[in-house]
């Protein structure tokens, strides 16, 4: 699908806004109405919130930051509501360089009302980029948050593609808010990159959304990216290759999401087959997983481990009894109908049936569920719980084996907790 920035462009804007300055009080127009007047972000004021009164001639809002180069990934993040339209054509953002260099903002998810358009540039030269916000919807107010991640000096976490040009070299992420920029130079056979993403199962969706100049102008696709994921063997299957999402006059937005019941690592392989060009991309990812660390000591509830924002996930091996043997975890669940998910996947059992392995979540003394392990279609087996509720609550997660003398290894995530 094309998406048509509905902006003019940065020349034509320029003129016509000039023109109507011309024309009306300064007083009726905000102080960055203009992309003269364009409010500067930076490392140290990465963000900014405002109100947009949309018209049908478009209204905007005007801010500008200075770009690193060196392909490193700066993400411009839009957050707005009400979601206006079903794509970018109503209210978004479209970026503006050099050169008559422009990029439009994609919208990457909504939730209920509100909505988030994102955009991941990624290019060898140094630049000041021009974010324009817009909204052509009369009379329609919109509210919105700007954010700049990944500036140089920043905190956000930013890899940039270095010597990873096969499997056993590739990249980890190790956060859930990292971001990726590269260049990759296409062959005919093939040109690629490899970067190894942490997943926390749970049916949680994984989606990697990549934006890439310059456009590709021949039939198919040129450049992209695929997703690769081991089976219970070790072998490597290809799970999803990037679809074309939109594209403006400078680059292609590409994207895909997967989800699986298992806690796996998905290799992520960027592709060009354009002999002799340079394609500079930027990698926005959402669904990752911090690396799970071991865990100890938490054979009783009294001295249950915890699993928040801060520690993801944990990793332990169980051995069972015909009483059943146990090991605890807590999460705390934040409530407002948000989705909780816990997920542990179980990855030596050996002669061991799922019935026997599994684990218990309690709300106090009471036994809310009981989750037994699945096979992900993989030859991985899983157990997953998943919850929603308005009010929030504490739980307690007993993993558990019943298999006499039967050790199993399992690594146990949860996402939506506090």
Known sequence: MVSRVRAPSFIKVLFVLLSVLLLTPAIALAANDTPGSAVSLSVSNPSVSDTLVGNTGGAYRYYQFQYQGGNAPVLVTLNYQPAYGGGNQAFGFNLYGPSSLSYAGQVTGTNGNAATAQYTIANSSAMTLLVQVYNYTAGGSVSYNLTISGLSGGSNTTVVAQNNTTPS??????????TIGGSIVGSGAGAFQYYNLNYPGGNTPLT??????????????AYGFNLYRNDK???????ATSGTAAQ???????????????ATTYQLQVFNYWPGVAV?????????AAPATPASGNSDSSHAVVLNSARQGATQTLTGSGGGTNQYYLVNYPGNNSTLSVSVTFKSMAGVAPSAVGFNV????????TAHPVDDGNGIQAAVWTYQDPNPATFG????????????????????SQ
């Open 169 to 178: 070299q590739a990249e980890p992420i190790k956060t859930i808010n990292a």
């Open 208 to 221: 990697v959304t990549m934006n890439a100049s310059p456009v590709y102008t021949g039939q198919g696709s």
């Open 233 to 239: 063997n070790g072998n490597s299957v290809l799970v």
């Open 248 to 262: 403006d006059t400078s680059s292609m937005t590409l994207t895909s999401t997967v989800t699986d019941s298992a």
């Open 280 to 288: 500079h991309y930027g990698i926005n990812m959402t669904g990752l």
């Open 362 to 369: 309690y709300d106090g003394s009471t036994l809310k569920a």
């Open 397 to 416: 997660i007993q993993v558990f084996n019943y298999a006499p003398g039967a050790t199993v290894s399992y690594t146990i995530y949860q996402v939506g």
